[in-house]
């Protein structure tokens, strides 16, 4: 049973998909998360409950947010299912669904966007050519960075893979590690570019979930292990 280094803190979650296609998920975490100071939180949701349209790209943002696990009933553009899934759960609702990433959901929405009053509560970091899209289509604009993944060094258990959600998870991971000789999935194109300025990754998850990328990253494996 291939070992495939888990790299998120959300390893309960995570691991869960990597055993379903016969991988073994190890939990090596290279992330921390740091929310923002609490007038940026509270500025955030301000402008959330007088937005027309919140992004939002991750089930992360969404507990930062609303910690207490429910939130108001705002009209939302999801990226993923997993998050959509999220927003349903806690009271918000799903208006417009992107699949493969930010930048799928800008484009789904573009009417929309194009008059609408937007604001995105995201982490620290998100993909720049995306937030510059948004910025362009919108009618109006308001970003807002309400937490950021810190990189911390993994443990040393041996893996035959390592899987990674966030471009501070690889600057973790080589705080101690390397990629070198390891097969590399990615999620999403940020992570993916942080990967390939040491070496191409093996695997890119069709969507962003770590159920995509498991599934992906089996597939792969078959072929070439």
Same mark, same amino acid.
């Given at each position: 049973?291939?070992?495939?280094?888990?790299? %998120?803190?959300?390893?309960?979650?995570?691991?869960?998909?990597?055993?379903?296609?016969? #991988?073994?998920? !190890?939990?090596?975490?290279?992330?921390?998360?740091?929310?923002?100071?609490?007038?940026?939180?509270?500025?955030?949701?301000?402008?959330?409950?007088?937005?027309?349209?919140? *992004?939002?790209?991750?089930?992360?943002?969404?507990?930062? #947010?609303?910690?207490?696990?429910?939130?108001?009933?705002?009209?939302?553009?999801?990226?993923?299912?997993?998050?959509?899934?999220?927003?349903?759960?806690?009271?918000?609702?799903?208006?417009?669904?992107?699949?493969?990433?930010? @930048?799928? #959901?800008?484009?789904?929405?573009?009417?929309?966007?194009?008059?609408?009053?937007? &604001?995105?509560?995201?982490?620290?970091?998100?993909?720049? !050519?995306?937030?510059? #899209?948004?910025?362009?289509?919108?009618?109006?604009?308001? @970003? /807002?960075?309400?937490?950021?993944?810190?990189? !911390?060094?993994?443990?040393?258990?041996?893996?035959?893979?390592?899987? /990674?959600?966030?471009?501070?998870?690889?600057?973790?991971?080589? *705080?101690?590690?390397?990629?070198?000789?390891?097969?590399?999935?990615?999620?999403?194109? %940020? %992570?993916?570019?942080?990967?390939?300025?040491?070496?191409?990754?093996? &695997?890119?998850?069709?969507?962003?979930?770590?159920?995509? *990328?498991?599934?992906?990253?089996?597939?792969?494996?078959?072929? %070439? !292990?």
């Amino acid at each position: 049973m291939t070992r495939v280094a888990v790299t %998120t803190d959300r390893f309960t979650e995570a691991a869960v998909a990597f055993a379903r296609v016969g #991988l073994k998920p !190890v939990s090596l975490p290279c992330i921390r998360v740091q929310a923002a100071d609490e007038g940026v939180l509270a500025q955030a949701r301000e402008a959330a409950s007088i937005a027309d349209l919140v *992004l939002i790209s991750s089930v992360r943002t969404l507990e930062v #947010l609303w910690p207490n696990g429910s939130m108001p009933a705002l009209e939302v553009g999801a990226v993923g299912e997993r998050t959509a899934a999220a927003v349903k759960a806690r009271g918000g609702r799903v208006v417009l669904l992107g699949r493969s990433g930010l @930048a799928d #959901l800008v484009e789904r929405g573009a009417d929309r966007l194009a008059s609408s009053r937007i &604001v995105f509560p995201h982490a620290a970091g998100s993909d720049p !050519v995306a937030l510059e #899209l948004l910025s362009e289509r919108t009618f109006d604009f308001r @970003a /807002f960075e309400v937490y950021r993944s810190v990189p !911390v060094a993994p443990g040393p258990a041996p893996v035959r893979a390592a899987v /990674f959600a966030s471009p501070s998870a690889v600057e973790g991971w080589l *705080l101690s590690r390397s990629v070198d000789g390891l097969v590399i999935g990615v999620i999403g194109p %940020t %992570t993916r570019k942080a990967v390939a300025r040491y070496r191409p990754p093996d &695997v890119m998850a069709p969507q962003p979930s770590h159920h995509s *990328l498991a599934q992906a990253l089996a597939s792969y494996l078959e072929v %070439t !292990v």
